[in-house]
């Protein structure tokens, strides 16, 4: 079975800082990983993927992921946090033989304070 | 490019009555989801057709719930009859058969009381 962990409830940044959105995977083979956002009142928006290749992944916003097969994990970073970018983040994995189920983290809630 | 659509966005009903909820996926995409995310929680899959056939519904309480999407395009995911711990909101998402990246509607909040 896969499974997403996302160790952290609540990670707050001042805005300027970098952020680090921290997610480890379970997944047999290898795994398709995604990070989404989402805002109040709004669905999930898709912000990067990882497939295969280069394990700097960029996406939406500025946001990047580094994917870390030995860790297991897919942590989503951005240079330098804006008060715009305080939202839920949702780690999300789906196996090689899942169809294309996918199975989400507990999400994330990112505060950027000014 | 038009996104998933879902109606309604809200919905309040008493447990034991019954509910219906609408979802029009981007046009094109032949992968339709059915997600409920508790609050607090992530997104769980219900249930997944590739046009309009069932592609995976193990995790949907068939008992009370059902879905259907007969012509592939639109689809309706029904509660019948609504419990407490129902309440949800209820995530319509598509894709294309060749991606993996998955595009959500803005859901549907339901209280059952």
């Known amino acids: 079975a896969q499974s997403v962990a996302q160790p952290e409830d609540q990670v707050n940044v001042a805005e300027g800082n970098p952020l680090t959105v921290k997610c480890t995977y379970s997944?047999?083979?290898?795994?398709?990983l995604f990070w989404y956002v989402q805002y109040p009142n709004r669905g999930l928006q898709f912000l990067l993927k990882?497939?295969?290749?280069?394990?700097l992944v960029k996406g939406s916003y500025g946001f990047e992921a580094e994917f870390n097969k030995s860790q297991t994990s897919f942590h989503l970073k951005k240079p330098s946090a804006l008060v715009s970018d305080s939202a839920l983040y949702f780690c999300?994995?789906?196996?090689?033989?899942?169809?294309?189920?996918?199975?989400f983290g507990g999400g994330t809630r990112l505060m950027v304070k000014p | 490019e038009a996104g998933v659509a879902q109606s309604p966005r809200y919905k309040i009903i008493e447990k034991r009555q019954s509910v219906a909820f609408w979802c029009n996926p981007i046009?094109?995409?032949?992968?339709l989801y059915w997600y409920q995310q508790i609050l607090g929680q992530g997104p769980k899959l219900l249930i997944q057709?590739?046009?309009?056939?069932?592609?995976?519904d193990s995790q949907l309480p068939k008992d009370r719930f059902s879905a259907e999407r007969l012509k592939g395009v639109d689809s309706t995911l029904k509660i019948q009859p609504a419990k407490l711990e129902d309440s949800a909101v209820y995530l319509c998402?598509?894709?294309?058969?060749?991606?993996?990246?998955?595009?959500f509607g803005p859901g549907t909040r339901l209280t059952v009381l």
């Open positions: 997944v047999s083979g290898n795994p398709y």
């Open positions: 990882y497939i295969t290749g280069d394990n």
């Open positions: 046009s094109g995409h032949a992968t």
């Open positions: 057709f590739q046009n309009n056939g069932v592609v995976d």
């Open positions: 998402a598509s894709s294309l058969p060749t991606r993996n990246e998955q595009f």
């Open positions: 999300a994995v789906r196996g090689l033989n899942a169809g294309n189920m996918l199975t």
